[in-house]
Nanobody, 121 residues
Framework: EVQLVESGGGLVQSGGSLRLSCAASGFSFSWFAMSWVRQAPGKGLEWVSGITGGGGATDYADSVKERFTISRDNAKNTLYLQMSSLKPEDTAVYYC??????????????RGQGTQVTVSS
């Protein structure tokens, strides 16, 4: 059974930083691309960032480019999202999501329960 457990969310002031983690189990973590997606209050899911299975390629939504960094530790089956220069519009529930192939991080078939990130102005 695929399990994805996010942690690291919280309340932070505008301009601050947070690092999210996602512990994965139940599948061959290094074989699959992974993503972070988020859902702001009253809005739909937004893809934030993705990384290939081997970690060699990453991609970001324009809204977070140059502020967020995605990474993974395949030895620890863990996905990370380092968030810097946070803005109030980054307030959302953040989910990690399992891709469908080693390279496709735009589509996913499982996601975790999410972790709340709140950025105060």
């Amino acid at each position: 059974e695929v399990q994805l457990v996010e942690s690291g969310g919280g309340l932070v002031q505008s301009g601050g930083s947070l690092r999210l983690s996602c512990a994965a189990s139940g599948f061959s973590f290094s074989w699959f691309a992974m993503s972070w997606v988020r859902q702001a209050p009253g809005k739909g899911l937004e893809w934030v960032s993705g990384i290939t299975g081997g970690g060699g390629a990453t991609d970001y939504a324009d809204s977070v480019k140059e502020r967020f960094t995605i990474s993974r530790d395949n030895a620890k089956n863990t996905l990370y999202l380092q968030m810097s220069s946070l803005k109030p519009e980054d307030t959302a529930v953040y989910y990690c999501a399992k891709g469908t192939t080693p390279s496709n991080y735009r589509f996913y078939n499982s996601r975790g329960q999410g972790t709340q990130v709140t950025v105060s102005s």
